[in-house]
């Protein structure tokens, strides 16, 4: 078969079944572990060597640098999975039987777009979070609570930062699960006019995306969680770069699953346009397998 097989099927809806698109999501991926390592692997031996060479006693500033390339390249290497994925679910093109390493325009494109998805709830959150840590302001705006006189300016500064970033926040997270939907048609280069019709179709509809997105991320990132715990203080100085690796796995196998979750919303929100067919290559083959 061309390109990855599907399990499971779904008729066009107006809303999504995230349950149903989330144990899709699963199949998905347990039918298809070798394509899975076969996309994954070679970026994988890559950030393998990034913590092979972070092993040794680099002086400190060196150890820092290699620290950053190391953070830069697991997020182009995750991005250009994830492209290669979306494709090869997407049936876009078929899943190489050699280990691909491919990383162009588009994968770049994908990590831009990808990029800016983060910065829409990290820029409320991190202003929520200096504001909250702002000791110099807090104890001047509560000064009174100890027999100070009020201090307007500071209380002002609180409440405005307040009045800011808890809104921005709760709204970015309402807008981010609707965006990443475009993601799928990023990794495939679906036209435009798509993307701001997949917009209005999925009006509605952030909690089941939201809510099916973590079912596929969390399990993965826990798994970890609970390997970083039993392992910290069992292998002592091996402990970091074990749990390091770990995490890259869990990492790509939590984009693999939510990816696959993203990819079945992306359908079944775009075969309900009219003559999406003939707008766009994308279809997702279905086997009952």
Known sequence: ???LHSIG????MTRIASRSTVIDAYRIFFFNLGSFFRLS??????????????????????????????????????????VGWCRALLDEEPASDVVPLTLGRRELRFLGYEAAMVLVPALP????YM????DGWWSDALGFVHGGPPAVMPILRLVAGLAL????G????????RLMIALPAVATDAAGPLLGSLWQQSRGMTKPILYGWLACVLPALGIWSVLWFELSDALGGLAPPLVELLFYVCWFVARALGGGFLCHVFLELAEGRPNVADASPLVLRTAAE
């Not at 890559?46 to 997020?75: N, Y």
């Not at 959150?125 to 929520?128: E, G, I, K, S």
């Not at 970033?165 to 921005?168: M, N, Q, R, V």
């Not at 709760?170 to 699960?177: C, S, T």
């Open 131 to 134: 504001l909250v840590h702002a």
């Open 9 to 12: 099927s779904h008729d066009r």
């Open 1 to 3: 078969m061309h390109g």
């Open 125 to 128: 959150l991190l202003m929520l």
């Open 165 to 168: 970033s808890l809104p921005a």
């Open 170 to 177: 709760i709204a970015a997270m309402i807008i981010l699960p």
């Open 41 to 82: 692997g070679g970026w994988m031996a890559c950030l393998l060597g990034c913590v092979l060479i972070r092993m040794v006693p680099w002086p400190e500033p060196i150890a820092f640098t290699l620290l950053l390339i190391t953070l830069i390249c697991a997020a182009v290497f995750s991005a250009a999975f994830s």
